[in-house]
């Protein structure tokens, strides 16, 4: 699956760079006295999705491509409507807007919102994007020759795009390379190259590089000696990056001793994390350095630990009825 790329910049910010609307372009300081002369004083913000669209049919790319985004993403002033999205960023496409190509495609490769998926578009629309210059579009195109996802699978391919991204600060195409030379996938297996290259991905923030490197220490897999402190670095950066398998792993092996530890027990919590839920119901049911007692919490952080399958949750609540309903 391929990913989306998010930029409201694209030249063009709310009220920038739509040329038919040159008299509103000011300072705001100014925009009381522009308006009133070009009759615009009734203007409403709901209105600059109509003068976007007059711009768009005036063939103004970033125009189009900002109202297949208002439309993908919505906005206090227009609900999500996929297809409008795919017709506008389809505009914008066929004006050479790089951005709108891989939209366009990330939502022909994912079918998100009722659109019918087509991943011969997507793989078109991918190739265009990366034509233009986008690299998320040259990354994705990579991925669709590698799962051979609307073309001929290509490793050949998917390993050059890969490289080509890597080196453009794309993590995930860092990533994806590392494992195609950790396993040794049309390219000569290379432990120390897939090393680098996990190092790179997730240092260029890609939460998955870091986790695949954390994997790695934790199991001493690969002929990588087992290391349990760098793993626990590595599972950390992945759970700042909001990667919950991560954040699991990290409670998992380690106590809740810091608000460090506390932050990302609650992060592992909130997105499903059975023992990180569990670690803090624990650690409210006494006093300790980082909280106080709260029998409330306690039971709210194991109630919710037990339901996804955390036994020893299940059983201090169980010793909490039995004692008496206190812990």
Not at 34 to 43: V, Y
Not at 127 to 143: A, R, V
Not at 226 to 243: H, N, T
Not at 293 to 319: F, N, P, R, V, W
């Amino acid at each position: 699956m391929g990913k989306f790329n998010l930029n409201w910049n694209s030249k063009l910010g709310i009220f920038t760079t739509i040329a038919v609307l040159a008299l509103i372009l000011v300072a705001i300081s100014e925009r009381k006295v522009i308006t009133k002369k070009a009759g615009l004083e009734s203007l409403t913000d709901e209105e600059y999705v109509e003068y976007y669209k007059k711009a768009c049919e005036l063939k103004d790319a970033d125009a189009c491509y900002e109202l297949g985004l208002l439309y993908d993403k919505g906005d206090k002033d227009v609900s999500v409507d996929k297809e409008n999205a795919l017709t506008y960023y389809g505009l914008a496409c066929e004006l050479d807007n790089a951005t709108a190509c891989n939209n366009l495609a990330y939502l022909y490769n994912t079918g998100e919102g009722g659109v019918e998926k087509h991943n011969g578009y997507a793989f078109r629309y991918y190739k265009k994007s990366c034509d233009l210059g986008d690299m998320i579009g040259c990354y994705n195109l990579g991925s669709m020759y590698y799962h051979g996802e609307g073309t001929k699978p290509s490793k050949y391919r998917a390993k050059r795009l890969f490289e080509k991204v890597c080196k453009q600060g794309i993590g995930a195409g860092c990533n994806d390379l590392a494992y195609m030379y950790a396993h040794g996938i049309h390219v000569r297996r290379d432990i120390y190259e897939a090393i680098s290259l996990y190092n790179d991905g997730c240092d260029y923030g890609e939460a998955s590089a870091c986790n695949n490197l954390a994997n790695m220490y934790a199991k001493g897999s690969f002929g990588v000696q087992q290391d349990p402190v760098k793993a626990e670095q590595y599972y950390s950066k992945a759970c700042d990056l909001d990667d919950v398998e991560s954040c699991n792993k990290l409670v998992s092996i380690k106590q809740i001793k810091t608000k460090v530890d506390l932050d990302k027990a609650k992060k592992a919590c909130e997105h499903n994390g059975a023992t990180g839920c569990y670690k803090l119901g624990e650690l409210y049911t006494r006093d300790n350095d980082l909280v106080k007692k709260d029998e409330e919490k306690a039971l709210h952080y194991l109630t919710k630990a037990c339901d996804l399958g955390q036994s020893q949750a299940c059983k201090k609540i169980g010793d909490f009825h039995k004692n008496g309903n206190k812990f």
